[in-house]
């Protein structure tokens, strides 16, 4: 019987456990008032789940999330009018209101340009006694009716170019005369266009105007460009501000206490700084009128956070995963004692202390398809996981597409390659994601901050994974049955192999610097051109190191066919094409043309990507007959016999561009979003698209399809040109030569 009730008791806890995320929809309509007697229902499609609940007195719809996955909630004629996320392991609760607004009573009207007006102030008293004006009191009251006084209120003529400004009494009203048959723009406080006013053409009309103003209040220490707020009271946005609220947990479900958090504004040097309390809850308070990138301190680029300027009192909430800002320097202190201990005993002889390194993995978690991410075109589709950065290169292999959701997203994705429908996602424990390599049945993909993962590139599985260090600055690369990959052993940058399928150590070398994007293999070697510009080559099987030089300065990776090494390097005070002896690493040729090459911001900790898909001046060898080599401003074809030029061809690239070569053309996509191709041998040009936007990543192709990465949105586009490029620099060696 004993063990009965204790059985009944787990079962019920368990029930009880799973059932903790309660979702509150509160709906009312365009005058303020709550909507009782209303259907709302929630729709969780991946689990064919479908639940309906009826709005109370208090105008809410009360749902139990039990099963994870995403839920679109619709009510009457408004579809999809909000969405949760309910992620497995995870409790809370969560309230939102929306306005059922049919009419588009609250649709907000565009903001005027005023940036080349001259603007005149305007008397708002001069017209009191002209029986054409208009008489318009502004009445300024809080979310809960109260007035609120010392109002400043500017109502803006964008037609007469003429500003009109007062303050609020102590009742909270303002008063202007203003000429009749205009439209106005309402500015209160600094918030510019805050509302819009229109006056008939009434001559001695009296007409009254209620603003919803909600004045922030948050204690805050201004420290430079960084506000660092404290004990946040507000409870929902304010008109000026969006409250924002980040969850944060360790891979155990377990919230993480006293963890710094940062909120970077994307268009300036504002920085809002808090810290998590004794729930791993932080509130902050986000000025409107930008973009802000969320950071932890081991970890940037989580998560984009959007503060429009726009009407309302915006409430924001997330909830992230993070090791632990703890774990991470406990992790880097003992990798460190490793290598000081390894470096003292093994100086001559690093190999033989390979059976001392350890590794951590970093969990991952199963994630349904995103709301509403595929769209039809007239061209093919459109891929948009919708506010999360760049999307960068994709990787596609046989059908199937798969693609990160975007720079600051920690969610991957596996799709059908010529329809764009969801086949699996994962949740990877860090943002910051690099282009997908493909290997022998396996995807291996980096993240800035912090790990390799192999993951079953059929069913979305994690063979495993190997948490590397604070921050990573390349791509993964993998030939035969290893991974190679290269980041700062605590502090101590290395090449290290791993693996394939096992994640097992295979060994490590010490290098003086972070890789050039990545390492590249060829035969039985692995080369590694250093940010610093030196050059190595190692034993792929041994990891003995064979060859390393410093006698140029090598500003790109490497290519690599027979006994020649293809680069682009620093000579004599100028960059140029050469070409290096492979056995010695000599100096063989330097061809004739200076090259402008593309270079990576290089500012540490501040855009890891920018490093892990660089490209830069990488050069291309095709049937041993010709090099291609981009810069700043061109691309060039040389001899390789001759050295001589062939052709040469403006065009403005990226640092992450590389070209496709197949079918004897040669395929880049410029900055303005031209993908041209131009004939190897002649440099004949075509322009094959012009896509909007700026492009992300190199242009992929596969079976007539182009998949090309612009805005946060990659484009799925018919072509009749049948090039063969499925991922990021070629293949999984990255050795970029064609046979």
């Known amino acids: 019987m004993k063990s009965l009730i204790l059985f009944l008791f787990f079962c019920m806890s368990t029930i009880y456990a799973a059932a903790q995320f309660t979702y509150t ?66 409790s809370g609760k ?9 009419k588009g009573v609250f649709v907000e009207k565009p903001k005027a340009d005023r940036s080349n007006i001259v603007f005149i102030t305007g008397d708002p008293f001069k017209l009191r006694n002209d029986r054409s004006a208009c008489k318009v009191n502004i009445l300024v009251k809080t979310t809960k009716r ?174 992230r995963r993070y090791r632990g800002s703890k774990l991470i320097e406990q992790l880097i202190a003992e990798q460190k004692a490793e290598m000081d201990a390894i470096m003292a005993r093994y100086d001559s002889d690093f190999n033989s202390a390979n059976q001392e390194m350890t590794f951590h993995d970093t969990p991952v978690q199963k994630i349904d398809a995103p709301n509403d991410y595929l769209t039809l075109t007239s061209q093919g589709f459109d891929i948009n996981f919708n506010n999360s950065g760049r999307a960068g290169t994709p990787t596609v292999i046989d059908d199937k597409m798969y693609s990160q959701q975007g720079l600051y997203s920690s969610n991957y994705f596996c799709l059908k390659a010529n329809t764009g429908s969801f086949i699996w996602g994962l949740e990877l424990g860090e943002s910051g994601i690099s282009p997908a390599v493909y290997h022998n049945g396996v995807l291996l993909i980096n993240t800035a901050s912090c790990t390799l993962y192999a993951i079953d590139a059929d069913s979305g599985e994690l063979l495993w994974s190997r948490w590397l260090a604070s921050y990573v600055y390349s791509t993964p690369t993998a030939d035969d049955n290893s991974v ?71 500003v790109s990776s490497p290519t690599i066919i027979g006994d020649k090494i293809y680069v682009t390097a620093t000579f004599g005070g100028t960059e140029k094409l050469v070409v290096l002896d492979r056995k010695t690493l000599k100096l ?57 030029l062939i052709w040469e061809k403006s065009i403005t690239t990226n640092s992450d561009q590389l070209p496709i070569v197949a079918n004897n053309r040669v395929i880049i996509t410029s900055t303005s979003g031209d993908v041209m191709s131009y004939d190897i041998m002649t440099g004949n040009s075509k322009l094959i698209k012009k896509i909007d936007g700026e492009i992300e990543g190199q242009p992929i192709a596969r079976n007539g399809l182009l998949y090309i990465a612009t805005g946060g949105i990659i484009k799925i586009i018919k072509s009749l040109h049948l090039f063969e490029w499925n991922q990021w620099n070629k293949d999984a060696s990255h050795n970029t030569v064609w046979k």
């Open 25 to 90: 929809l509160r709906i009312k309509d365009t005058q303020g008032r709550l909507m009782n007697n209303v259907e709302v229902t929630a729709e969780n499609k991946s689990q064919n789940i479908t639940l309906k609940a009826t709005t109370d007195n208090q105008g809410k719809a009360i749902f139990q999330l039990i099963e994870p996955g995403n839920y679109s909630f619709s009510f009457l004629e408004s579809k999809d009018i909000a969405s949760a996320e309910v992620k497995e392991g995870f």
């Open 94 to 102: 969560f309230t939102r209101s929306v306005t059922y607004d049919p």
């Open 146 to 319: 109260a007035l609120v006084p010392h109002v400043k209120i500017s109502i803006v003529s964008i037609k007469n170019k003429t500003v009109y400004s007062s303050k609020t009494n102590a009742s909270g009203k303002a008063t202007f005369y203003l000429p009749a048959n205009q439209e106005f723009e309402i500015d209160v406080e600094d918030l510019v266009a805050y509302d819009h006013l229109f006056i008939k053409n009434y001559g001695g009309m009296e007409m009254s105007e209620v603003i919803f103003y909600e004045r922030t209040k948050v204690n805050e220490i201004e420290k430079g460009d960084t506000l660092v707020q404290n004990r946040i009271s507000q409870i929902s946005g304010t008109s000026s501000h969006i409250l924002y609220t980040l969850n944060l947990k360790n891979f155990n479900g377990v919230p993480l206490v006293d963890e710094p958090v940062y909120l970077k504004a994307m268009n300036s040097d504002r920085v809002v700084e808090g810290k998590t309390n004794s729930q791993g809850v932080c509130k902050l308070m986000l000025l409107k009128g930008d973009d802000y990138i969320l950071n932890l301190k081991h970890e940037s680029g989580l998560l984009l956070v959007n503060a429009p300027s726009s009407k309302g009192f915006k409430t924001e909430s997330s909830t």
């Open 484 to 554: 190679y990959v290269v980041y700062s052993h605590g502090e101590y940058p290395v090449i290290v192999s791993f693996d394939l399928r096992t994640g097992e150590f295979n060994w490590m070398q010490p290098v003086d610097n972070e890789a050039i994007a990545c390492p590249v293999v060829a035969g039985s070697e692995v080369h590694l051109a250093s940010q610093s510009g030196i050059y190595y080559v190692f034993d792929k099987e041994s990891g003995d190191k064979k060859l390393t030089s410093s006698s140029v300065k090598v």
């Open 588 to 644: 063989k040729k330097a061809y004739p043309t200076s090259l402008t090459s593309l270079k990576t911001s290089g500012i540490r900790n501040a855009d890891e990507t920018d490093q892990m898909n660089f490209n830069g001046s990488h050069p291309i060898v095709y049937q041993n007959k010709v090099v291609v080599v981009t810069d700043r401003n061109s691309i060039r074809a040389f001899d390789t016999q001759s050295e001589k």
